[in-house]
């Protein structure tokens, strides 16, 4: 006679710290073995946890008509981990009595839509979505992000979840865990909601060109998508648009990522698709991070649209449409850019903090006091607009780069990406632009037992210092994060990471010169900090 299922915890269950996978607003962890020196953290357990307490909070928060159980979407980028984890969540939502509709391979933006979507056929809108992603991070990681029709979850309800995650955790039972796989299969529904969401990017495109069938007819435009989910652009918006995607790349879904890394930042990245145009003689390239909330582009002629040229650009075309409005953005963006931003365009340019969700919390908080903003962006290329629910979503702000094209040629404008090149035209780009990491050694005696913030924040305030008793360097009259200063033709910011013991130094200037010079001003400030390795900066000088 079998043995009766256990209804004491899980004895095998793995101690886990449920708070080091917060990573921001977001939860990330090591979801693949094989990387020495990784072990697994997101486990099938703590995985159904994180779902089952993340259901519970949003019962909680949405206050729910008990005859109608709460809907809760789940989609996936390419990465290998992802059917285990999709798994493992929908038993975590069901187990908690929610309904789970499945999307498959879907991308992060896609799946905050889904909360807003009205439309039954599709089981939608859902009350929250839950994104299996680690970004552009490698194989083996993976993580969730969350939404409700409100947006993406702040950190403060990432720690509720995980706190929440490891009290379930705790509480798992073999019978327990028995019963949510059972209902999981009983309750799972799948939607191709990919189909939605791309239908509304191509209606977007279409309605800016005057109703057009195929206002892209004619351009060659070619899209990489670093095998990660966003292979979709090419045959589900751009065909249909009417544009030629011949020489597009990487749009198989291939979670080694076998090609570059998916990310927009990435050098070797932005060659592959700078390289993809000109082989192609395309009018413009499109590239797409892993789960597509960053994109950039490039021009015809091989020209970079990413970190402050993608600003540029994006801030050139929603200033045609609200001029005078507020454009923020992250603290390592040029002081080139500002210029460019408000004498040639016209706009006021709020440069906030380092992190999406920051820049994009504080442009919906200066609307709120009456300050008028339309677009909130990172220089990793995350962009967030305004008239789009303030969703970082690469797919839609490349949607407004296609407008640009189709507008342009609806208007009988020709010369291809030309069009999006003489938008940024005037503005002032560094002849060189460096990020050095400084560690700080936290087991270093001068720490004196102190955590690491405080002894960066003691580097911060000597260089604040420093700066104001030095006549070659103007201290920003306004600054959110770090410590920032022009002089030399350039400008330097010294900041804490958000999460790790590490002062990351950006210097940008006309010239190499001037940048050591910089360098040099900062590394005679700090040399008293012996837990702080400069040797990054040591060597950037010496260079």
Request: proline residues 4%; contains cysteine; glycine residues 8%.
């Amino acid at each position: 006679m079998a043995a009766a299922p256990s209804t004491t915890a899980v004895p095998y269950l793995e101690k886990v710290d449920f708070m080091k996978l917060q990573n921001g607003s977001d939860i990330r962890g090591v979801a693949v073995a094989g990387v020495e020196g990784e072990p697994v953290t997101l486990t099938e357990p703590v995985t159904e946890a994180i779902a089952a307490a993340f259901s519970a909070w949003l019962l909680e928060m949405k206050r729910a008509d008990a005859s109608k159980p709460l809907r809760v979407s789940v989609g996936h980028d390419s990465r290998i981990s992802a059917q285990v984890l999709q798994d493992a969540v929908s038993q975590g939502i069901a187990g908690a009595g929610l309904d789970v509709v499945q999307y498959g391979l879907a991308s992060t933006p896609a799946m905050f839509n889904s909360t807003l979507t009205e439309d039954e056929a599709f089981l939608c809108p859902v009350d929250g979505a839950i994104m299996i992603t680690a970004s552009h991070l490698p194989y083996n990681r993976n993580g969730f992000k969350f939404f409700t029709n409100a947006g993406g979850l702040g950190k403060a309800d990432i720690k509720i979840i995980l706190e929440r995650a490891a009290d379930i955790y705790k509480s798992f039972t073999d019978q327990g865990l028995m019963k949510s796989k059972r209902k999981a299969s009983e309750s799972i529904k799948r939607v191709d909601y990919m189909t939605v969401y791309t239908s509304d990017l191509v209606k977007a495109v279409r309605k800016a060109a005057e109703n057009i069938e195929k206002p892209l007819e004619g351009f060659h435009i070619v899209v990489d998508a670093g095998n990660g989910a966003g292979g979709f652009f090419a045959e589900k918006v751009l065909q249909p648009l009417g544009a030629i995607t011949s020489g597009s790349q990487f749009l198989e879904p291939d979670g080694m990522f076998p090609n570059h890394i998916p990310n927009p930042e990435d050098k070797t990245a932005m060659k592959a698709i700078t390289q993809a145009v000109l082989e192609n003689k395309a009018d413009l390239g499109i590239i797409f991070d892993t789960d597509v909330d960053r994109s950039a582009a490039v021009d015809s002629i091989g020209r970079e649209f990413n970190r402050n040229r993608l600003i540029a650009l994006m801030s050139a075309i929603v200033l045609e449409e609200h001029p005078g409005t507020t454009i923020v953005t992250d603290s390592v963006t040029s002081d080139g850019l500002t210029t460019f931003i408000e004498k040639k365009l016209g706009g006021k340019h709020h440069r906030f903090k380092r992190g999406y969700k920051n820049v994009i919390d504080e442009a919906v908080r200066l609307n709120s006091v009456g300050e008028e903003s339309h677009l909130a962006i990172e220089t990793s290329g995350h962009g967030a607009l305004r008239e789009n629910h303030w969703l970082d979503d690469g797919a839609y702000l490349m949607v407004k780069v296609l407008n640009k094209l189709a507008s342009a040629r609806a208007s009988g404008i020709a010369g291809g990406s030309k069009v999006l090149t003489d938008l940024v035209e005037g503005l002032q780009e560094p002849g060189v632009a460096v990020e050095l990491r400084l560690k700080i050694d936290q087991n270093h005696p001068d720490l004196k037992g102190g955590s690491f913030r405080e002894y960066g924040e003691a580097v911060l305030q000597l260089l604040e210092n420093h700066i104001e008793s030095d006549p070659k360097l103007q201290k920003a009259p306004v600054n959110y994060e770090g410590v920032r200063a022009s002089g030399f033709g350039g400008w330097f910011l010294l900041r804490l990471s958000l999460h790790d013991p590490v002062l990351p130094l950006n210097i940008e200037a006309t010239n190499h010169e001037d940048a050591v010079k910089l360098g040099l001003a900062v590394s005679s400030a700090v040399k008293e900090f012996h837990a702080l390795d400069t040797s990054a900066l040591d060597k950037f000088i010496q260079t």
